[in-house]
Nanobody, 116 residues
Framework: QVRLVESGGGSVQVGGSLRLSCAASVSIASVNSMAWYRQVPGNQRELVAHISNSGATNYADSVKDRFTISRDNAKNTMYLQMNSLKPEDTAVYYC??????????WGQGTQVTVSS
């Protein structure tokens, strides 16, 4: 079983920064698809950013030029650097990883709260 553990969430003021981490219990070297999602109560979970094993990335329009997704296969960890945070970025952020032959896994989520 794969375990994904997010960390780095918290409360920050508008314009501030946070760095989320997602540590995997199993090597991510073979994982092509990793992503960060977020969810606000009452809303569907939405894709924030995606990264492939080659390092190719894509972002939701709402976070482009503010958020940066990255991964360190040697540390089995994925990151999300969030800058210029806005109140609408407030959500629970989830780590996602789609392992070959094992299937998709989700982390437990980490709360990000941006206040004005």
């Amino acid at each position: 079983q794969v375990r994904l553990v997010e960390s780095g969430g918290g409360s920050v003021q508008v314009g501030g920064s946070l760095r989320l981490s997602c540590a995997a219990s199993v090597s991510i070297a073979s994982v092509n698809s990793m992503a960060w999602y977020r969810q606000v109560p009452g809303n569907q979970r939405e894709l924030v950013a995606h990264i492939s094993n080659s390092g190719a990335t894509n972002y939701a329009d709402s976070v482009k030029d503010r958020f940066t997704i990255s991964r360190d296969n040697a540390k089995n960890t994925m990151y999300l650097q969030m800058n210029s945070l806005k109140p609408e970025d407030t959500a629970v952020y989830y780590c996602y990883s789609n392992y070959p032959y094992r299937g998709p896994f989700w982390g437990q989520g980490t709360q990000v709260t941006v206040s004005s």
